[in-house]
């Protein structure tokens, strides 16, 4: 492997064993997901050229005091993706039922996803009012 280089394992749903170097003055990589399979840069790759790019440049890891191992900073982004799920979540529950009524379909609109998750709601509901 070339040098400077970084090898490390990425723990998320599954471990990946990763590594990322320099090359010809760029940033290169190697995981076994199964995102990177076809040679592409993937989301284990861009964490551990982070943390490396924070060594480098002297910035403090996060640490999991229980087990003094770095705490990579998606996890961080987790806990505050969380603190703003719960917010919009407090935000949405003091709606009015009417607003969101109009809301969800401009919104389904604009997302496909969204739209057919909405109807197959719809749809079990209907379902389940049938039953009763």
Do not use: Y
């Amino acid at each position: 492997m070339p040098e400077p280089a970084l090898h490390a394992q990425v723990t998320g749903t599954e471990t990946c064993t990763t590594e990322v170097w320099i090359e010809d003055g760029a940033v290169a990589g190697s995981c076994d997901c199964r995102n990177a399979a076809d040679g592409w840069f993937c989301k284990h790759q861009v964490a551990v050229a982070l943390v490396w790019r924070d060594r480098l440049t002297g910035h403090a890891t996060s640490i999991d005091a229980s087990v003094r191992k770095p705490v990579p900073r998606g996890v961080e982004r987790a806990r505050t993706a969380e603190e703003k799920r719960l917010a919009l979540h407090d935000f949405l529950r003091g709606q009015e039922v009417a607003t969101l009524a109009d809301k969800l379909p401009e919104f389904a609109d604009r997302d496909h996803d969204l739209a057919r998750e909405l109807q197959q709601w719809r749809r079990a509901n209907a379902l389940t009012s049938q039953r009763s």
